[in-house]
């Protein structure tokens, strides 16, 4: 005989957790029998959540400031029709601010036996790895009185790379590359340089270029034309210490510091030069060596996905023995760190001869560009002082980059959109000396 009234909402409700009933509905079952049996029979027809089966698919890289579509497949085993909302939850950088919630909630049904996709976007804001947390399913009866809820861990990573913004300017540094490789009419001689060939002389030439004996042999006067030389090896050092932390703009130093070596490590790898790279600060945070040239830049790539600055006083005498251990043939050492006064005198400078006797050494630094429009200010009072301590601080950078140039180092000091271009020209000039 069937149960009616106070004896089957006992039985109905005998397997409901104690906590799933809040207050009001306490009420509402002690006085309406009829209301309470179908708020049970609705718990008691929702899909069981611990037994969907959900795996996940999709990108597993992506650039930072573009999306990454994930995938989850969710499988209902039960013979009861899942209608369902569902949250796959991931750190709040996954997305730009305000979309977390479009983004990561999602309305589902799928009937008994059957499998549905459900694909969350991510649209990243830091780069590194972001990792999947758990699904959360919430799963409603027909009438959607009461539901089930549960969580399902599905581990999956996406990292999320430096965007490499400055890749607007390699075709341009490629074409003065290609001058300088002997390609074009225009051609350069220096110390570093290797004979290519012989062609007429033109108005304009270097007479120092001029090949006597080979005028002799001919009616016309003879030119030797030179390419710089192959297979150089350059070290990028990235400075991860403290300073590198500040920010310019909306961003850390330390992203356009990446920025500008990736530019650099393109244009040189295409230049049949040997990359390096090294991130340090008081220990190796990364090291990227011994790449052929078409894995250079990928390799590069993934190891600054997950570097991020540390609040620690960068070891000076440490990078350096880093240095020299890593690069032990002469090399072309581009040093990206900080051009401030205290940390470049208490830290590198002392230690600056151990690398220019054996290396040519290069150091490039992130300005920042509000400096220069304090310096410009005027109006009132606090405008003038202002621009006094932007004044100040420039005097000290060009003192620190005088003091290293005295030591035979290159120096680029560039704000964050000007320092790839700018370094990778003072490479291409280094390279036009033949001084790698």
């Not at 210490?241 to 295409?270: E, F, I, K, W």
């Not at 621009?387 to 601080?393: E, I, R, T, V």
Request: aromatic share 4%; hydrophobic share 40%; charged share 25%.
């Amino acid at each position: 005989m069937a149960l009616t009234g106070r004896a089957a909402l006992l039985a109905a409700l005998g397997s409901i957790p104690v906590g799933i009933l809040e207050p009001s509905w306490t009420g509402i079952l002690a006085v309406n029998g009829p209301l309470a049996l179908a708020c049970a029979c609705d718990y008691a027809l929702a899909a069981p959540v611990r037994r969907l089966q959900l795996t996940r698919s999709g990108v597993s890289s992506t650039r930072l400031g573009d999306t990454a579509d994930v995938t989850l497949m969710i499988t209902n085993p039960s013979r009861r029709p899942l209608r369902a909302r569902l949250r796959d939850a991931w750190p709040p950088s996954s997305w730009q601010p305000g979309t977390e919630i479009a983004g990561s909630r999602h309305g589902l049904a799928v009937p008994p036996g059957e499998r549905r996709r459900v694909t969350t976007r991510l649209r990243p804001i830091r780069r590194g790895d972001h990792r999947a947390d758990r699904v959360t399913i919430r799963s409603y009866g027909p009438l959607g009185l009461f539901s089930r809820q549960g969580a399902h861990e599905v581990p999956w990573t996406v990292r999320v790379l430096p965007p490499f913004t400055s890749r607007k300017h390699l075709p341009s540094k490629l074409a003065r590359l290609r001058e300088l490789d002997g390609r074009t009419s225009v051609l350069t001689r220096g110390e570093g340089t290797e004979f290519d060939s012989l062609r007429e002389y033109v108005p304009g030439d270097d007479t120092r270029s001029i090949d006597w004996r080979a005028t002799a042999r001919q009616s016309a006067v003879a030119v030797r034309t030179w390419r710089p030389e192959r297979d150089r090896h350059i070290l990028i050092v990235l400075d991860a210490g403290r300073t590198s932390a500040g920010r310019v703009g909306d961003a850390p130093r330390l992203d356009a510091s990446m920025d500008a070596a990736l530019l650099l490590a393109a244009l040189a790898s295409r230049a049949g030069d040997r990359v390096a790279l090294l991130a340090y600060d008081r220990r190796i945070r990364a090291l990227v060596q011994g790449r052929a040239a078409g894995d250079v830049l990928p390799s590069l790539v993934n190891a600054m996905a997950t570097l991020e600055p540390e609040l620690v006083e960068t070891d000076a005498r440490g990078l350096t023995a880093t240095v020299l251990r890593t690069a032990p043939r002469r090399s072309l050492i581009v040093l990206l760190t900080t051009l401030d006064a205290a940390p470049m005198e208490e830290g590198l400078l002392p230690v600056l001869p151990q690398l220019t006797r054996r290396h040519t050494v290069l150091v490039a630094s992130v300005a920042d560009p509000y400096i220069a429009r304090m310096a410009q200010a005027r109006g009132d009072t606090e405008a003038v002082y202002e621009a006094a301590a932007a004044a100040q601080a420039q005097d000290e950078r060009r003192r620190t980059a005088e003091q290293l140039r005295r030591h035979g180092v290159t120096v680029v000091d560039a704000t964050p959109e000007e320092l790839a271009p700018a370094l990778a020209d003072a490479y291409l000039a280094l390279k036009a000396a033949g001084r790698l």
